[in-house]
């Protein structure tokens, strides 16, 4: 089982989870999958190597990230301290999309573990021509803000 599918299952298996993109942390429950970068290298972070553009990856950052905004949101998740990305509250969501949510947390996994194993497969390179100098933002959902930093280790 790759890291990345580990992640979404045990998130939708009820486990808490941290990912810090700057200091290249994934933590589930109490045991880090990846920790400063480092992770068991016996696992690959997904299953197969497709040739990925930064285009690609923001059309897939585009995706995750509709899904994590209007996914349904739980106590588990409000409590969440720390977030890099906005969602929605419950009352914003029509019927027809709290039908159709995913659950926030298991998003929000899919979202930030996507990013973070795509810095971590130096696939996710940051180009100031593409991105912007110190930060990009979506044309399409201007909520959509990846910055920098977190990209680049150590800027």
């Known amino acids: 089982m790759t890291i990345y599918k580990e992640l979404i299952e045990r998130v939708s298996n009820g486990e ?4 810090n993109f700057e200091k290249r ?5 109490k045991k880090f999958l990846i920790k400063n970068g480092e992770y068991d290298t016996s696992k690959e972070l997904f299953a197969k190597d497709i040739g990925w553009s930064t285009n690609d990856i923001l059309d897939m ?6 899904n994590y905004k ?6 588990r998740s409000d409590k969440k301290r720390r977030t890099y990305f906005k969602a929605l509250p419950m009352d914003q969501l029509t019927d027809m999309q709290l039908m159709r949510a995913e659950r926030r947390e298991v998003a929000q996994a899919s979202l930030e573990g ?7 497969e130096n696939k996710f390179i940051w180009d100031e021509n593409k991105l912007g100098k110190w930060f990009w933002q979506s044309k399409e959902d201007s909520d959509l803000v990846i910055i920098k930093k977190w990209i ?3 800027e």
Do not use: D, Q, R
């Open 152 to 154: 680049e280790k150590g």
């Open 70 to 75: 209007y996914s349904l949101p739980s106590e």
């Open 16 to 19: 808490t989870f941290h990912i």
């Open 61 to 66: 950052i585009h995706v995750k990230y509709h």
């Open 25 to 29: 942390n994934m933590k589930i429950g």
């Open 114 to 120: 996507f990013i973070l194993c795509m810095i971590l």
